[in-house]
């Protein structure tokens, strides 16, 4: 059996940052195992952006948020595997992993949970109808057609309007991809709304609140859904049932911790959050045993989970050395997002909610009445929300981010290096679409130069080799 | 030409090939679908019944009674789980009890071994989450569960094993009586010629009987919907629970699968359609009404999924067996308990057959065995180890929440009858069939069998047919 002084579970967010924090508060023998390829997690896929903004104060796709951690982890000198999965976790922390090498044990002063959360599936909802294919959750698609490059689907209904059910509104109407409506059985939806804007305004996508999916159509492929208004009791209304034709339901219906390992180990759980049960240092109530991330409980942005990270991986670190656990930061509190529509305008008034910072202070525009006179603004409280709101009123801009492919099949993500005008989205997707790279590539190398007659270079956000 | 052409790859079908492929004969197996055990072998209860329900002297008594004696000897033979869990079948009131009696009076008629009556509070100590409101039980130790579409599998890839040849996609729409034997023909042009005919074809039984000219009874598609819990509802109950039947039928039952999920239903209405697989928000709400007086409380939040199957429900109040032309043999109206009579039914068909003049001499080689797949879940790291060591497949864990290596997959799509759709991986491994329903794991095993087969991954499909996954490939058409 091998040892360890920490062993973290997990290279997403949450585990690099408990790495490279476990390192800095004086761990030697730091691991951190993952199942994919690379490290990274759920970032590598979520190539839009927004990422970042809390962290390092400047918005970032998922890889290159993902990369800027991964840098840390390998300039810290820290041992990972890849292609690992852990298989058992128990409570005296020792660890079983299966690789192509073959099966291991790791016996680990102190072991830090990060293996992220998963998405609820079909099942769970009880939707009535058929089984067909064509029924997948955002995340998968996001996988099809980020990672792999397929197209799960051309006409789409999304149920669900958490930030991955929009953000895969916006990815597949890039693609060309039809998304017919996005269905939300609660009153508002928990999407960012920022990401209400950016997905489903911009390309004039139905938000249908207070509907859900009551039948699933189609015996091979879906032919289409019913969608039904509900009560304030959640129970469909009859006679408000609607068929949409489409050839593939997409769910973002929530996430779930994912805890086999932590139900393993027999930590206790906490059946609200169907996470771990965890203190202020980040540990369960195995000695020795910390969590962090979404595998306690999802977490809005990846900022706060880095957060989690850091103070889990010091806290596994100390526990590992003997010393006396430390709570984070007193006094950092997290600045919450505003979610939902409920803050924004009805469309064609000048409010704007301003994605500069986390504040999303709500900013009213009035247009100047003479020539020569300038814009005023409300409710602002800095001069870049200014700046942000008058150009959102009169010529919105938006950062672009896709895919290219490569020769070999790999997908490369990629995003303008500033925001480009809106109106413009599509011409320079075509001309995206048209280009095919070849690898090795850097984060950062202009691919294409000043797109579409506009400021903005497309670049890589990733590198690959 | 075939000695023998099977119509139907289910259970009756795959036991009926693996028992004749004993014999020097050549065999064909016809399946309309991609795959095996697509009907109603791949959703019903899974119960190996112990035979207390049918009628004395029907066949479905006699048939289930000598299925369930078989049962356990097939499954080792073939490598499939088994597990003899028992069954209580539970009396609430007067009119439960009484027909509980009646129920113990017609098993112990039927052979059953072992059937007991116990009081309330002894089902309860067997299985303490039953309700307080339970009277009495009559248990039914030989009672058990099996995997349904693992066996037919199992069982066609038995036969295949040993010579028997299956047909996919095979949709039979005519069968024509010559001198020398019979002349199938699918609906895609193919042509089959064989001396003998077996119809094991399910629902469609009765419309394969019309074509050689027996119109003598009708096959309805009876809906049993269905709802499966997570592994962690496990502790619900051990047993299969069922309701004493009353004047209202049989109801639903409770059950942990071999696999150790908790099962619920079915429901029992007849449907118009014969492809009508639908899962109704009523059906469900009738099966979370009557499992909730079984016990005090059931975990419905631990749903991963529903579903819907058709029995082959024949209106001859018995399984049909018979040989209405010469040459043909019906295996029709196979509806419950004709997972556990399977095995006899197959005995059955082969006596028939023999007593019809079919000269046939057994095989020397014939073997009754699998080879045993490997579970790596449930190895011990030792074992582990020694599987990675001496194949690194074995070390990439395609689907996370059931732990099914890359191995295991490979396995299932060279292993007779190969699986060659998703969701046929997903009945050969259960890479797909845990609490993420295959969000994780679905894109690794597309491109698995993408890659063993030599086909595009746009071209890899859920369950055959049009049920294909992806629409082609992006950014791929514009540039040239």
């Not at chain 2, 004993?22 to 095996?36: F, G, H, P, T």
């Not at chain 2, 399977?342 to 065995?369: F, Q, R, T």
Request: glycine residues 10%; proline residues 4%; hydrophobic residues 35%.
């Amino acid at each position: 059996m091998k040892n360890a002084q920490v062993v973290i579970i997990g290279g997403g967010p949450a585990g690099m940052s408990a790495a490279v924090a476990a390192k800095e508060a004086g761990a030697e023998r730091v691991m951190v195992i993952e199942r994919d390829s690379s490290l990274g997690g759920i970032l590598q896929q979520c190539i839009h952006n927004g990422f970042g903004l809390h962290k390092f104060g400047e918005e970032l796709t998922g890889p290159e948020y993902a990369e800027r951690y991964e840098k840390l982890v390998s300039d810290a000198g820290i041992e990972f595997l890849t292609d690992t999965m852990v298989t058992d976790l128990s409570r005296d922390r020792v660890v079983t992993c299966v690789n192509g090498n073959g099966c291991m044990q790791i016996k680990a002063d102190a072991v830090v949970l990060a293996m992220g959360c998963r998405e609820r599936p079909r099942g769970a909802l009880n939707v009535p109808g058929e089984r067909p294919a064509g029924v997948i959750t955002a995340g998968t698609a996001q996988k099809f057609v980020n990672m792999k490059g397929y197209l799960p689907g051309k006409k789409i209904v999304i149920l669900g309007s958490g930030d991955i059910g929009l953000i895969m509104a916006r990815r597949m109407t890039l693609e060309g991809v039809e998304v017919k409506a996005v269905c939300e059985i609660m009153e508002d939806s928990g999407g960012l709304t920022r990401n209400i804007v950016q997905c489903l305004r911009d390309f004039e996508i139905p938000l249908k609140l207070h509907h859900t999916v009551t039948e699933i159509h189609g015996k091979e492929r879906v032919e289409g859904v019913t969608v039904t208004e509900v009560d304030d009791k959640l129970n469909p209304v009859r006679g408000t049932e609607e068929y949409i034709s489409c050839d593939t339901l997409m769910l973002s219906v929530g996430l779930i911790p994912e805890n086999e390992l932590s139900k393993k180990a027999e930590i206790k759980m906490d059946l609200k959050t169907k996470g771990p049960v965890i203190g202020e240092f980040k540990q369960t109530e195995v000695p020795g045993i910390f969590a962090c991330g979404n595998v306690v409980k999802v977490h809005e942005l990846v900022d706060f989970v880095s957060d989690e990270g850091e103070i889990a991986g010091r806290n596994a670190a100390r526990f590992a050395l003997g010393k006396d656990l430390e709570a984070g930061e007193k006094g950092k509190k997290h600045v919450t997002e505003k979610k939902g529509v409920k803050n924004l305008a009805p469309e064609g008034e000048p409010v704007v909610i301003c994605t500069v910072c986390p504040v999303g202070c709500k900013i009213t525009v009035t247009s100047p009445e003479k020539e020569g006179e300038e814009f005023k603004t409300e409710g602002n409280t800095c001069s870049r929300g200014r700046a942000y709101a008058i150009k959102e009123v009169t010529s919105p801009e938006r950062t672009l981010t896709t895919v290219m492919r490569c020769g070999d099949g790999t997908m490369v993500p990629v995003k303008t290096d500033r925001p480009i005008p809106k109106d413009k989205i599509f011409e320079c997707m075509k001309i995206i679409n048209e280009k095919t790279l070849m690898l090795p590539i850097k984060l950062g190398d202009i691919i294409i130069e000043k797109i579409g007659e506009t400021e903005a270079n497309v670049v890589c956000s990733k590198s690959l080799s | 030409m075939y000695k023998a052409a099977i119509i139907g790859a289910g259970v009756v079908g795959g036991m009926t090939a693996r028992r004749l492929s004993a014999y020097d004969m050549s065999i064909a197996i016809l399946e309309k679908e991609a795959d095996v055990a697509m009907g109603q072998s791949k959703a019903n209860s899974g119960i190996v019944h112990a035979g207390f329900d049918p009628k004395p002297g029907s066949l479905k008594a006699v048939l289930n009674v000598e299925g369930n004696r078989l049962m356990e000897k097939t499954c080792a033979e073939l490598g499939v789980g088994y597990r003899k869990n028992g069954a209580l079948i539970v009396a609430f009131n007067d009119e439960d009890m009484k027909n509980l009696g009646i129920l113990y009076e017609r098993g112990a008629e039927n052979g059953v071994e072992g059937l007991k009556l116990l009081d309330g509070d002894q089902a309860r100590k067997m299985e303490k989450n039953l309700s307080k409101s339970v009277r009495g039980a009559l248990y039914a130790p030989t009672s058990g569960v099996v995997c349904p579409y693992e066996l037919t599998i199992e069982a066609v890839g038995n036969a295949m094993d040993n010579g028997a040849e299956l047909y996919r996609n095979f949709k039979v729409c005519d069968i024509k009586k010559e001198a020398h034997g019979f002349i199938i023909e699918a609906e895609d042009g193919r042509i089959i010629e064989s001396e003998y005919v077996i119809n094991c074809a399910g629902i469609y039984s009765d419309k394969i009987a019309s074509m050689v000219g027996d119109d003598s009874f009708t096959v309805t598609p009876r809906a049993g919907e269905y709802m499966l819990l997570d592994k962690e509802a496990g502790y619900l109950t051990d047993a299969t629970i069922f309701k004493v039947p009353d004047h209202m039928g049989k109801g639903v039952l409770a059950t942990k699968t071999v696999d150790g999920n908790i099962l619920l239903g079915p429901t029992s209405v007849d449907r118009e359609d014969k492809e009508d697989c639908k899962v109704t928000a009523g059906g469900l709400a009738v099966v979370k009404e009557k499992e909730m007086r079984f016990f005090d409380e059931v975990p419905f939040d631990k749903v991963i999924t529903q579903f819907t199957g058709l029995r082959a429900h024949g209106d001859k109040g018995d399984f049909i067996i018979n040989s209405p032309v010469k040459g043909f043999i019906n295996a029709a109206g196979i509806e419950s308990p004709g997972l556990t009579s399977a095995p006899a039914i197959a005995v059955k068909i082969e006596k028939l057959l023999l007593e019809s003049g079919m000269h046939v001499s057994l095989k020397e080689n014939y073997n009754p065995c699998r080879k045993k797949r490997v579970v790596f879940s449930r190895c011990s790291p030792e074992e582990k180890n020694r599987l990675i060591k001496e194949n690194s497949d074995y070390g990439q864990i395609i689907c996370r929440c059931e732990e099914v290596t890359k191995a295991e997959i490979l396995d299932a799509i060279r292993t007779n009858p190969g699986a060659v759709d998703v969701d046929g991986i997903k009945r050969r491994t259960r890479s797909g069939m845990g609490r993420c329903q295959g969000g994780f794991c679905m894109p690794g095993v597309l491109e698995i069998l993408a890659e063993e087969l030599k086909k595009a991954p746009e071209e890899i499909t859920k369950k055959g047919g049009d049920s294909k996954i992806l629409f082609g490939r992006l950014k791929a058409g514009e540039k040239k």
